[in-house]
């Protein structure tokens, strides 16, 4: 059977020594997907963006970005198709509408973080003429700005590192799945640390422990980068996506800490000036409920 893959053109010198830069399709333009679309932008790859609110792809389309009117159109000229999306209803709903209109030959890397079942069963949809790869990412907004975001690979990545590359450091993780996978586990000891932190505080604030000094001393201890977390500023993880990993994380084995944790961020997330705010003002208040 022909491998339609070797029809696929990737990034690099073409025939005629001139460099070949990938057509991308990128779906998902909020607070992580923009900065890592601008970055694919500004590397030199034509770029067509979608977003459920078209107004937020505004910017880029001011910087020489093509705004498609739908999923179908951003992707049917497209090489390589990313997707940066809440969560695995968004992305199943992206899907439907996507499929169709791909390429044989065609790239898609799923950068959302939706656990390791709704990956294996978009592959299991796409079949063979499509290379799906899983990519979540670590890291915030700054770091996605910055090209620096730690990118967990599942799958066959060979026909998209230089593309991965341009957004940060990647980790090899094995099969397709298994990078959805380990991130739900970094990010439950995250989440779960951040909570840690803000019940600690509280602690201290009962016993009568000045706040800074407790701080200080904590960020002091193994539990340090969970304190760096909690205080962050100028990043960006919302609360509500908060709940949806750890939700997609206890759905997945027995977790009874972690229960907890959710418990407190959805507690959290039902107040609505705070759903949408990053976790580190969900951890205050853990820290004073």
């Known amino acids: ?13 073409s025939v005629d020594g001139m460099e070949y830069m990938d057509k991308i399709a990128f ?33 880029l389309v001011g910087e020489g970005a093509v705004l498609a009117a739908s999923p179908a159109d951003a992707v049917r000229d497209a090489d390589v198709v990313v997707t940066m999306l809440a969560d695995p209803a968004a992305l199943d709903a992206v899907a439907d509408r996507i499929a169709p209109a791909l390429r044989p030959g065609t790239h898609w890397i799923e950068m959302s973080t939706v656990g390791p079942d709704a990956v294996r069963e978009l592959a299991a949809r796409l079949g063979e003429r499509v290379t799906f790869v899983d990519a979540p990412v670590m890291g915030s907004t700054d770091r996605a700005a910055a090209g620096r975001l730690g990118i967990l690979a599942g799958g066959e990545t060979a ?32 989440i779960g640390g951040v909570a840690l932190v803000a019940e600690a505080l509280r602690l201290a604030d009962a016993l009568g422990v000045d706040g800074d000094t ?24 919302a609360t509500a996506l908060a709940v949806k990993d750890l939700a997609l994380a206890t759905k997945a084995a027995e977790l ?13 997330a039902a107040d ?18």
């Open 1 to 13: 059977m022909l491998d339609i893959r070797l029809s696929h053109r990737m990034c690099g010198p």
């Open 27 to 59: 779906l998902g333009l909020g607070h992580m997907g923009a900065p890592m679309a601008r970055r694919l932008l500004a590397a030199g790859h034509p770029l067509t963006v979608w977003n459920r609110t078209a107004a937020k792809a505004a910017p």
């Open 159 to 190: 026909g998209v590192e230089q593309i991965l590359a341009r957004l940060g450091t990647v980790t090899r993780t094995g099969p397709l799945g298994t990078a959805a996978a380990l991130k739900l586990v970094l990010n439950a000891a995250v």
């Open 214 to 237: 407790a701080r200080t001393a904590l960020a002091n201890s193994p539990v340090g980068g969970a304190v760096t977390r909690a205080f962050a500023e100028d990043v960006h993880f």
């Open 256 to 268: 009874p800490a972690l229960e907890a944790v959710l418990d407190h961020y959805r507690r959290a």
């Open 272 to 289: 609505p000036a705070l759903a949408d705010a990053d976790v580190s003002r969900a951890a205050a208040r853990i820290r004073t409920s």
